[in-house]
């Protein structure tokens, strides 16, 4: 565990994810770079608090490095969104990728992947589908046809991802090796446990990053106090009162004006628009004036709700199918000054300044206008909008300090 990489959303960074920071640290990792969702997010939706903030956060948490997951990658299916993070900590030069599980058994897990990407499974999922089952649903019965107790274990959010990075790891012959850890707190979308105090569990609550980010809304950023490390809770605080949280009108009114734009015959060139969706997304936006409605309008029991999410988001930035399967470029969002020469050795182009990185190549220019494209709406939609650009503006977040 020379260099230990981490995918992750850190929206916001709470006590689970110090944790286990601080777990890699205590057993051996020497350098940890974290590769962070970065203007997207994998539910289809903008990042709460901004990427500079979700970075800092982090290496205030115990990271050495973050680099972005730019947005057109980190809106994507568990598979795309794995493959995407895989791909840069492999060029980064991370020797082991480390991530939590509810059934923290890495040799299951990459058993599991072994049998998704077996030649009996495509035959299998066929079948399942045939019974009409929904994807996930008919996915797992394949799955444990093939291979017993693999059907529950696709059924939770974390392992699910984690079958996705032992795939990953395993298609793209990366050297990296999976060391799965459990995952702590809640359970995803779970309710808020209860601090720490008299009677109660002693320990830093933690809770789900969902459940924090409803409670941030409805309280403030203060709140979060009990479920969150002191250094990330005072980043949170200043951007909350900079007006940096998302105002969920302004999230509406933006998306919607963008599809309100756009007949079916240009929706049928976004990335994952099949099987007539565009008609149905055309519809749905005919019909509402909330991006909630639009959710509510476009739903189908053959489809889930994050898949339609992320549909949705890739419509508004006109995310077209052609993009290249994995993201061309190391951007870097953040680092300990120490860190930086950990960036020599990088299989991809690297750098600090997304300008630069997006002059490397065709891919990475339109990753980059992408990105950019992702970051500017989300700024326009904040409680105090920015101006456009930031992606290209933004200094990176150096800490001089080691440790």
Known sequence: MRFVGVIAEYDPFHNGHAAQLDRLRRTGAGHIAVCLSAGATQRGAFPCWPDPVRAAAALRGGADLVVALPAPYACQSAEGFAAA?????????????????????????????????GAGFAPALRRKLDEKLPFAAARAAAAEALQPGAGALLQNPNDILAVEYCKAIAVQHSPLVPLALPR???????????????????????????????????????SLAPYVPAAALALYE????????????????????????????????????REGLEYRLADAVRQSTTLEELHRHLAAKRYPHARLRRLVLDAAL?????LPALPPYLHILGARRAALPLLKNAALPAGTALTDLAKTGPAAAQAAALHAAAVDLAALCRQTPAPAGLAYTQKPVILEEKG
Request: with cysteine; charged share 10%.
């Open 85 to 117: 993070g895989v791909a840069l900590l492999t060029a980064l030069g991370c020797d082991t990728l480390a991530f939590g599980a509810e059934t923290p058994d890495t040799t299951l897990l990459q058993a599991t992947a072994q049998t998704l990407l």
């Open 184 to 222: 702590l707190g809640a359970a995803h979308g779970a309710a808020l446990p209860r601090p720490a105090g008299p009677g109660l569990e002693t320990g830093p609550a933690v809770a789900s990053g969902r459940a924090l980010r409803g409670l941030a809304a409805q309280q403030g950023s203060a």
């Open 238 to 273: 200043q951007a909350a009162a900079a007006g940096q949280l998302p105002d969920p009108v302004r999230v509406s009114t933006a998306i919607l004006a963008r599809l309100r734009g756009q007949g079916p015959q240009q929706l049928a060139a976004v990335r994952g628009m």
């Open 318 to 322: 006109a995310v077209p199918t052609g």
